[in-house]
């Protein structure tokens, strides 16, 4: 199993920047996923999760209104659309894979970094 993060970069606050997530090895329909984030010194933290189908997302408080989790099963491809950015989203952001139906079956990426910065 492969989760391959890719996008991350150096953005100005208030910029945009798009995180994709390509995994392999997997039956990617079957799996929930999840963008997490971990700044330096501080715990990771889930930032965004979107249902096996698609139908459902949910977002940290802190990214509300500004993220946007997406995927295409199809391509088995999850994204992170970041806009807005402010110096606090600095952070390497994680890919993670959960099972629908056997959640302590789950995999996670290698992360990209993300830096929010004048």
């Known amino acids: 199993v492969q989760l391959v993060e890719s996008g991350g970069g150096l953005v100005q606050p208030g910029g945009s920047l798009s995180l994709s997530c390509r995994v392999s090895?997997?039956?990617?329909?079957?799996?929930?996923m999840n963008w997490h984030r971990q700044a330096t010194g501080k715990e990771r933290e889930l930032v965004a999760a979107i249902t096996s189908g698609g139908g459902s997302t949910s977002y940290a408080n802190s990214v509300k209104g500004r993220f946007t989790i997406s995927r295409d099963n199809a391509k088995n491809m999850v994204i992170l659309q970041m806009t807005s950015l402010k110096p606090e989203d600095t952070a390497v952001y994680y890919c993670?894979?959960?099972?629908?139906?056997?959640?302590?079956?789950?995999?996670w990426g290698q992360g990209t970094q993300v830096t929010i910065s004048s």
């Open positions: 993670n894979a959960v099972h629908k139906w056997r959640p302590t079956t789950n995999y």
């Open positions: 090895g997997l039956t990617f329909s079957s799996y929930d």
